[in-house]
């Protein structure tokens, strides 16, 4: 499936803001589920851009504003092909015990994603190490997708994993958390994906970026579980990176002097061709 993405993202100040400085990470990446065909960043007000690979691999562009401006547009836009993959062949749970030593990044607490009785709080049940890993994954995606209510005026970028748990409220990032803090505890390495997703009206989360899940089978690979729409991450998800939470991976963040109290406007397309 071919997939063309523009997202932009401005930002308004009431007064001039200068030496504005922002990570971006827009840029789809290269693997074998999907094949970038064309990137491009565009920037106004003129501003310095450089680039680098981060711990995760994920291309980040730094952009740079010296000048007082009151305006800024930072625009991306990208062609991928993404590829069906086959689904992973059963395989047991207990032959994750030969690969957590080479994951631990993935099955350590991290801010959003805390150390807790997880599996407990979601109401769900532990497996066997007799089980079928994949088929577990599967089934817990589709619980999880159960248990929560997609609301994206329920919870906000800081909302704690906790108070999401109170009501089970919130959008794709929350979801993903949840998903993460249950896999951890049950000793599956697993990673926060961020990505887009193109929806065609009958999938939650394609109005920004999107979230989901890639958990560790032996002998497979890393295997993509969207918890927001029930689904195995496939070629409707464009991804752009992972890491460990949400901030590892964030579209855009960044710092400047002045401006007053900015406001920020997201657009983001994606448009598909089979």
């Excluded at 991290?110 to 407990?120: D, F, L, N």
């Excluded at 929350?174 to 990505?195: C, E, K, N």
């Amino acid at each position: 499936m071919r997939c063309e993405i523009r997202h932009a993202t401005e930002y308004h100040y009431p007064t001039p803001a200068w030496d504005s400085f922002n990570q971006v990470r827009l840029h789809p990446s290269q693997e074998e589920r999907q094949t970038v065909r064309s990137f491009h960043l565009s920037v106004t007000p003129d501003a310095e851009v450089s680039s680098h690979r981060d711990y995760f691999g994920a291309i980040v562009h730094h952009v740079h504003v010296h000048d007082p401006h009151t305006h800024l547009k930072i625009e991306a836009q990208a062609i991928v092909d993404t590829h069906a993959r086959p689904d992973p062949e059963p395989v047991q749970v207990m032959a994750l015990a030969a690969e957590r030593g080479r994951h631990t990044e993935f099955l350590v607490p991290c801010p959003r994603v805390p150390a807790g009785p997880w599996p407990e709080v979601f109401h769900v049940a532990r497996p066997d190490p007799s089980d079928d890993l994949p088929a577990y994954l599967v089934a817990l995606n589709t619980q999880l997708y159960r248990r929560f209510t997609y609301d994206t005026k329920a919870t906000s970028v800081s909302t704690p994993l906790a108070e999401f748990a109170k009501d089970g409220r919130g959008v794709c990032q929350d979801f993903t958390h949840a998903m993460l803090g249950v896999t951890r505890q049950l000793g599956i390495p697993a990673r926060y994906v961020s990505g887009y997703l193109y929806s065609g009206g009958e999938m939650l989360g394609a109005e920004a970026t999107h979230a989901w899940v890639e958990c560790l089978v032996p002998g497979y690979g890393w295997l993509g579980l969207d918890p927001t729409n029930n689904c195995m991450a496939g070629e409707k998800h464009v991804k752009i990176g992972h890491g460990r939470e949400y901030s590892d991976v964030s579209p855009v963040r960044g710092t400047y002097y002045g401006g007053g109290r900015g406001k920020m406007d997201v657009a983001v397309h994606v448009y598909s061709e089979q």
